[in-house]
């Protein structure tokens, strides 16, 4: 192995850093490899100044940094790109394009470090001839195939902190206060947040609820005298008779931005209670920060495995964590289907008989 190069697609997530690095140190250590990053995701391959060397001076310190020094964009598949011909914008698959400036630099092994988004553009390259080996990246934890992705325990760690400060503004002021968090059409942040938070209701896109089932939990905690209550409401929950809602709808190019779920929960409380409510939406801030040191073990984990697979040649396969050891899977595997919270699992059921309520009550 001479060469490998690495990029970082779709939304950033706490951790990408330390993965680089990682792969970075074990190559030129265990196999004396040279190592280049791509800006900008699959974009870094068309762009002229879209490369970067990586040698130690340029991963010193980034252990503990949040993003990306490589850059990101979740607007970047070589399949679908906008682009302007002849003055217009239009959409094209230019993956041609994408693979021949692959194959031009001469890479043994191209890790993308990404979501199930760029895992998916990536298997796409694979049966296109690309040597892609996969690292699982998003703070949804949403991928298959691995027990967690890294960037979820740092997002954890801000839904829980601002759970708990929620708390104690709710509970001086006795209101209800709703906090909208990330996760898309998975629900593990509000899920375990919530749970580590001691939220009185969870909303989670894989449980539909009724809106008289939230009121009623509310009201309960009235009459027992629980003035306030704390909501943690994922941005993909939907109502049992309703959609989800969108702040922003999608294209060829975009997938359409969740968003606003938290504001409809808080106005039907307001509107059918005696309960003055609030409406937190925590937004990116579970995207940014300084990665846990779960987050930077899994991380540096990940990338050290990713090259040794490169090492051994094992493209199309994924790096994931199973059983608490780092394995590698094919990357079709792990896009099969979509991870998403299992609901007659132990996590939903420990929060049911903590008394949290889900929404799907009658
Ligand atoms: O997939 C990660 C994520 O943060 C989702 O939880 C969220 O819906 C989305 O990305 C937001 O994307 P953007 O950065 O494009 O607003």
């Not at 703070?139 to 801000?158: K, P, Q, R, S, W």
Request: hydrophobic fraction near 40%.
């Amino acid at each position: 192995m001479k060469k490998i190069g690495v990029l970082t697609g779709g939304g950033d997530a706490p951790g990408l850093n330390a993965v680089i690095r990682a792969v970075v140190k074990t190559a030129i250590r265990s196999y004396d490899c040279e190592v280049v990053g791509f800006r900008d995701g699959f974009d870094g391959f068309l762009n002229p100044e879209g490369e970067m060397p990586l040698r130690r001076e340029e991963v010193r310190g980034i252990l503990p940094r949040g993003g990306t020094i490589l850059g990101t964009a979740n607007r970047g598949n070589p399949f679908a790109r906008e682009v302007i011909r002849d003055g217009k914008r239009v959409i094209e698959d230019t993956s041609d394009e994408v693979v021949a400036a692959i194959e031009k630099e001469n890479l043994d092994a191209l890790i993308v470090i990404g979501g199930d988004g760029t895992l998916k553009i990536s298997q796409e390259l694979f049966e296109k001839g690309v040597p892609v080996i996969g690292v699982p990246k998003t703070i949804d934890n949403d991928v298959n195939g691995t027990e967690v992705t890294f960037g979820f325990d740092t997002a954890l760690c801000t839904a829980t902190e601002a759970i708990d400060k929620l708390h104690t503004t709710a509970e001086s002021h006795h209101r209800v206060m709703v906090l909208e968090l990330m996760g898309r059409d998975a629900g593990f942040i509000s899920l375990h947040a919530g749970v580590a938070g001691g939220a009185d209701v969870i909303l989670i896109p894989e449980i539909p609820f009724h809106y008289k089932a939230v009121v009623g939990k509310i009201m309960r905690r009235v009459e027992n005298g629980r003035h306030f209550s704390i909501l943690a409401v994922s941005e993909g929950a939907k109502p049992l008779e309703g959609k989800q809602v969108f702040s922003r709808a999608g294209n060829e190019v975009y997938v359409p931005r969740l968003g606003g779920i938290g504001y409809q929960v808080g106005q039907y409380i307001e509107e059918n209670t005696e309960q003055e409510t609030r409406v937190t939406v925590l937004g990116h801030i579970q995207r940014g920060g300084s990665p846990t040191p779960f987050d930077r073990w899994l991380a540096t984990r990940y990338g050290a495995a990713a090259t040794r697979l490169a090492a051994k040649g094992g493209f199309g396969r994924m790096v994931a964590l199973q059983y608490g050891e780092v394995v590698d899977i094919p990357l079709e595997e792990a896009l099969a289907t979509p991870k998403r919270v299992n609901i007659n699992g132990d996590a939903v059921r420990t929060a049911r008989d903590l008394g949290i309520c889900f929404g799907d009550e009658k």
